[in-house]
């Protein structure tokens, strides 16, 4: 009887080996991206920044500006104007106090009526001053009334229309000044005095009475006669 002939226990194991399941290779850990802090770059300290140079200009046009913006502040709307002007006219080549010259000098001509639109002749400025008295504005009536007397001193009506404006501001000392000169150039003018109600204010005072009862005298032979002061309706 044959003997069965083992196999060599090295070629057992080699057989057992390959019937044996293959470990599995133990899993690798996720490969990351490393975090990194972003660099933070520092810029450079500035270098200190050179003095500018001033023409002398520079000042003498900031000088005429600042007393624009004085006049603007006060209202006085033509005065800033002009200064304003001054320096755009003066001083073309400084231009960084020329656009602000310019925005201001815009603000004063929004507030500032045309001169066209101001009066020219004697007549004009009489009627623009018996408007304004009409009105109740007695300051702008003595403005228009003093320019006509300036022009023509000898002007009675004129003279009349102040010593009105003025006694109805309660200045009596002003009022019978300029009636008495106005009676002195043209005595129809007392009448017109006794008469008139805007001069009530001034029945008590014993200089007006002694300008009325004065004795009457010849009227001036002065041409053609200005018309009376005339009187709208308030």
């Known amino acids: 009887m044959a003997k069965h002939r083992s196999q060599p226990k090295s070629k057992a194991r080699q057989s057992l080996a390959r019937r044996k399941p293959a ?3 133990a899993p690798q850990a996720q490969a990351t991206q490393p975090i990194t802090t972003p660099r933070v770059i520092t810029p450079p300290a500035p270098s200190q920044p050179l003095p500018i140079q001033r023409r002398s200009t520079y000042f003498e046009a900031v000088a005429i500006y600042e007393r624009g913006l004085t006049a603007l502040q006060r209202h006085d709307f033509p005065t800033a ?3 304003f002007e001054s320096v755009l006219r003066l001083y073309p ?3 960084e106090v020329l656009e ?3 925005l201001y000098l815009n603000v004063c001509k929004r507030r500032v009526k045309p001169r066209e639109d101001a009066p020219q002749t004697l007549e004009e400025r009489l009627y623009a001053a018996t408007l304004a008295f009409n009105g109740g504005r007695y300051d702008e009536a003595i403005l228009h009334l003093r320019l006509v007397r300036d022009e023509d001193p000898d ?3 004129a003279l009349y ?3 009105v404006a003025h006694a109805q501001r309660a200045e009596h000392a002003e009022a019978i000044a300029h009636l008495e000169r106005a009676i002195a150039l043209n005595p129809e003018n007392r009448s017109l005095a006794r008469r008139d109600p805007d001069l009530e204010v001034l029945r008590g005072d014993d200089a007006f009475r002694a300008a009325l009862e004065s004795a009457p ?3 001036m032979d002065r041409g053609v006669r200005r018309p ?3 009187k709208l309706a308030r």
């Open 228 to 230: 009376l002061r005339p």
């Open 100 to 102: 602000r010259v310019r």
């Open 93 to 95: 080549e400084e231009r």
């Open 81 to 83: 104007a002009e200064l």
């Open 23 to 25: 470990p599995r290779p």
């Open 161 to 163: 229309m102040l010593a």
């Open 155 to 157: 002007n009675d009506h």
């Open 217 to 219: 005298v010849a009227p």
